[in-house]
């Protein structure tokens, strides 16, 4: 299926949760709103025509200059070899969206990577915890504007300038 | 505390035992870590703990150039370096609509299939060492060390390799290149069937491997396994044939799918013969490369302040360890916005939380080695 | 060892000294010998030519620096470990932790008294010889256990459970084939055992009668997998448990474990040839009627290469095969080797009752089985060779 039909399907079933398709760019892709994530993505899942068993990628961008994190949903069926983007818009200061863990198993992990660099939380997840940085870090580095804390463990994270360490 | 059935019986009191392996571990493909909870040999649960290897390859992404980042996606899979330049430089070049000469694209295929064959080397060669078995493993390095010196005659270097560009390969690869992988083409065929002989063929070897660690079809598709773990489920899928990319629709090579032909379908000894099998066909590909090799400039003129259109992409390329997908963002300046990659190991270690109850302890080594995973895919 | 000093003290040495005093002194002098000059030489030898022979095998070369061909490579192993700083894990248990290397040693070093090296050349001929042999090696039990357990380590743990269960489990089927032999043999003692065999291939208990045949390699099997070797060599699996129960040990401690392990390669040949293949035992020529000393030596020589055989089959079955996983290892010895050994144990009794010419076409046809078998071996021998073709790794294509 081309990906205007997909969305036209789903404008169909879930008519203003879905907005925004992009058709004529690389990877076509269409907004979904944060509340019905879930219901969307279990009917992409199940429905005979579009089928996508796969969650190939689940992924953040952040955006500063338009206040939002975009978590972006990449699907695929290996059954009709169609591709479609989904992204979701959430405010900086709280961003929360429900787990897509009850529908495709592999978005535990995904996910957890993501509030780990960006602070997404995933309500309903089983186990969100830091999955690369150590628990007990603070900040979300993957974000724009992340600064590193001054010192982990006691451990100085600067890097001291060139010439001092010279002079030392 | 855990009050197993036991403990009503006889009243003993049992606990399970938390045993961490890795970080430091001889078996564990990298830095790994598995919290293990045992009743004995008997695994309850294993955790996989991961990160020690994080690099934060994807931040870095955001600061430096679009040429300049080449190198570190070597580092994204150090194993497999070719496929990581491919897939960022497939991204670019996507985003910007650079056309890639014909024979950049046949050397980037000859590149990365040899690099498949010394990942795989690798893979089977540890696979047999964790089991027990040490010579398979000295004779797969022996063959990896010619691969690795052909590398080194291609583009100087023996690991990460920073060859293919954005636009097509840095360098070009000799006539005398091209004799020389073929010799050893027709040196390796009769190594593959000496180490089918030794290792696949071991009784023992097929005992520790039949029937542990079976992976579903179904898990396979909800845990996004790729590559040949998900071949060893059963799954015919394979980028190179299904959403292919560079010159792999000219080039005639099977997609071996495992068949449970020793043990069950989706076992371990799927997944490993699916990598045996791999190492022939990959060898084919090299050989219909070099032959169909087209005379022309192996890289296309690209600007060196390299600026694509503000738009993204998803590209996938076929690691050895699976579809490694590059999701690039660029907003039109010298720099990209966003580079996430995707890799195989990643949700391989997802799956192994699941796969891990109720077998032994030695059945842990053989299926995360079964799995392939690599430390620098998952943690980057 | 005895006899020769019996034979002094008629010749009037060691007068007014008690008799037991004599033998006592004797005795260890021989034994503190037979220990120093031969057997930590040929530990430490057998571990160089254990790690020239996996390298051969795995194309490539091996320790070849240290001496000539590399051949003082273990004593330059032994000086540096024992240079070693000596680490204690805190909350290992210090007693235990030191104790156990030594036990281990000892059930190994024990086996030595009994060993027959030539016809005279045994340090003390019990007459309970191979069971002395077997109760003594099952001292290494004890003593990986409590390296296991003193360690403080749970993977250390692991590997000592491990261990108990497989060498207790293997004593089974070895103990019984060796049963078969003693009974063929009417006697316990190692010499006794071997004068009831000749010379000749086919006077062997090896090609005695099938039963036998199929007990030797019952035997060997279990005497390898109670030496910890591949592919039983679960408790010291290097790449699951780290290194199994002897991960917390370093400097000499560390050498002990494998001193012992190697020296236990030796004792598991020398009882096989004892037993099945005739021992020291050489054709009857004219010149060893004229000159004992080179009789004893021609025994000594014959023993030592086909027990050392038996040491290199050891190293080629490690190199190749891999590991067995613990819970099939006990099944293999369960429900497998023991009712074998014990079908082969009462198959030898019936075969006693076959009258001598029987039993002597019996030999002949076992002789021939076994010929024939070589043969094959070498022929296929030579066939994965020519499969190989060796000439890509002696010129390798680089």
Redesign the interface.
């Given at each position: 299926m081309e990906p205007s039909e997909i969305f036209a399907r789903l404008e169909k079933q879930f008519a203003g949760k879905v907005s925004d398709f992009k058709g004529d760019v690389q990877e076509p892709y269409f907004s979904v709103d944060a509340e019905a994530i879930l219901e969307i993505c279990r009917f992409l899942r199940d429905d005979a025509e579009l089928k996508f068993e796969i969650l190939s990628d689940q992924t953040a961008v952040d955006w500063p200059k338009e206040e939002k994190i975009q978590v972006v949903y990449h699907l695929y069926s290996y059954a009709h070899r169609h591709q479609i983007v989904l992204k979701v818009d959430l405010s900086r200061d709280n961003p929360t969206i429900a787990t897509a863990e009850g529908i495709w198993k592999v978005a535990n992990w995904f996910e957890r990577e993501i509030f780990d660099l960006f602070g997404v939380i995933f309500e309903g997840h089983s186990d969100l915890r830091r999955i690369m940085l150590p628990e007990d870090w603070v900040g979300y580095p993957l974000r724009k504007d992340y600064v590193e804390q001054e010192e982990y463990d006691g451990i100085s994270t600067q890097r001291a300038p060139l010439v001092d360490k010279l002079m030392r | 505390m855990n009050e197993t059935a036991q403990d009503q019986d006889t009243g003993f009191h049992t606990e399970d035992m938390t045993i961490s392996v890795g970080p430091q571990h001889p078996s564990t493909h990298g830095v790994l870590r598995f919290v293990v909870k045992t009743d004995g040999e008997v695994i309850s649960e294993a955790i996989p703990d991961v990160g020690y290897l994080h690099r934060s390859i994807e931040k870095i992404g955001e600061k430096v150039t679009w040429h300049g980042y080449v190198p570190y996606t070597d580092r994204a899979d150090y194993l497999a370096a070719m496929f990581a330049n491919q897939g960022f430089c497939m991204a670019a070049e996507k985003l910007a609509a650079t056309p890639v000469t014909r024979r950049g694209e046949f050397c980037r295929v000859i590149a990365c299939e040899l690099n498949r064959l010394a990942s795989h080397l690798i893979s089977v060669g540890t696979f047999g060492q964790d089991i027990g078995a040490m010579t398979p493993f000295v004779h797969a390095l022996r063959e990896r060390e010619t691969i690795n010196n052909l590398m080194e005659e291609i583009c100087g270097a023996r690991l990460t390799y920073n060859y293919i560009r954005i636009g097509g390969v840095g360098y070009d690869i000799l006539p005398e290149t091209c004799t020389r992988i073929s010799e050893f083409l027709d040196h390796f065929a009769p190594i593959v069937d000496e180490f089918n002989r030794l290792l696949t063929g071991n009784k023992i070897f097929i005992e520790r491997l039949a029937g542990i660690a079976v992976v579903s079809k179904e898990d396979a598709l909800q845990y996004n396994l790729v590559g040949p773990n998900l071949r060893g489920a059963g799954v015919k899928w394979d980028i190179r044939r299904d959403i292919p990319y560079s010159v792999y629709p000219e080039l005639e090579f099977e997609i071996p799918v495992g068949t449970g032909h020793i043990g069950t379908l989706g076992d371990s000894f799927d997944r490993y013969w699916v990598r045996i099998r791999e190492l022939q066909e990959s060898c084919k590909i090299v050989r219909q490369c070099l032959k169909m090799l087209p005379k022309g400039p192996a890289i296309s003129k690209v600007a060196r302040k390299f600026k694509p259109a503000v738009g993204e992409c998803y590209v996938r390329v076929e690691a050895p360890r699976g579809d490694m997908g590059f999701y690039v963002i660029s907003d039109g300046s010298e720099y990209p916005y966003r580079v996430r990659i995707r890799t195989g190991s990643y949700t391989a270690m997802s799956i192994i939380d699941k796969l891990s109850k109720g077998i032994m302890l030695a059945d842990l080594i053989v299926l995360i080695g079964s799995l392939d995973v690599d430390a620098p895919e998952i943690d980057r | 060892m005895q006899a020769y000093l019996d034979q002094l003290m008629q010749g009037g040495a060691f007068a007014g000294v008690p008799r037991e005093v004599v033998y006592a002194i004797g005795m260890l002098l021989a034994a503190f010998i037979v220990l120093s000059a031969f057997v930590a030489p040929l530990a430490g030898v057998t571990s160089w030519l254990e790690r020239r022979v996996?390298a051969r095998?795995?194309?490539?070369v091996g320790p070849n620096r240290v001496g000539p061909q590399g051949i003082l490579q273990w004593l330059a192993d032994g000086i540096k470990n024992l240079l070693k700083e000596d680490i204690i894990p805190t909350a290992a248990d210090k007693k235990l932790f030191s104790l156990a290397p030594y036990i281990v040693f000892m059930g190994f070093l024990c086996a030595f008294v009994v060993i027959p090296f030539g016809g005279h050349l045994i340090v003390a001929d019990l007459n309970i010889g191979i069971l002395y042999i077997l109760a003594v090696t099952s001292l290494v039990v004890v003593g990986i256990l409590m390296a296991g357990w003193a360690s403080n380590n749970?993977?250390s743990l692991?590997g000592g459970m491990r261990s108990a269960a497989q060498i207790v489990s293997y004593e089974i089927p070895a103990g019984v084939s060796v049963l078969m032999i003693v009974f063929l043999a009417g006697t316990l003692s190692m010499q006794g055992i071997i004068k009831g065999q000749g010379w000749a291939p086919w006077d062997w208990y090896l090609f005695h009668n099938p039963f036998t045949f199929a007990g030797f390699f019952l035997y060997f099997t279990a005497a390898l997998a109670e030496g910890n070797r591949?592919?039983f060599?679960?408790p010291e699996?290097?790449?699951?448990l780290?290194a199994g129960y002897v991960t917390e040990y370093s400097g000499m401690r560390f050498l002990f474990f494998f001193f012992a392990e190697w020296g236990n390669l030796y004792v598991i040949g020398a009882v096989a040839t004892t037993l099945f293949l005739g021992g020291w035992q050489v054709p009857p020529l004219a010149i060893f009627e004229n000159s004992p000393m080179l009789l004893a030596v021609a025994q000594f020589v014959t023993f030592f290469l086909k027990a050392y055989l038996w040491v290199f089959v050891a190293m080629w079955i490690r190199?190749?095969?891999?590991?067995?996983?613990?819970?099939?290892l006990m099944s293999l010895c369960w429900k497998y080797m023991v009712p074998l050994s014990f079908i082969c144990l009462l198959g030898t009794v019936a075969f006693m009752f076959v009258p001598a010419n029987g039993q002597r076409i019996t030999s002949a046809a076992m002789f021939g089985l076994g010929v024939a078998i070589t043969i094959i071996f070498f022929l296929r021998v030579g066939f994965?060779i020519r499969?190989?073709?060796p000439e890509?790794y002696f010129k390798?294509?680089?």
């Open positions: - | - | 996996w095998m795995q194309s490539r749970k993977w692991l591949t592919p060599d679960i699996a290097e790449s699951e780290v190199a190749t095969l891999p590991r067995v996983r613990v819970d099939q994965q499969q190989a073709k890509l390798p294509h680089i």
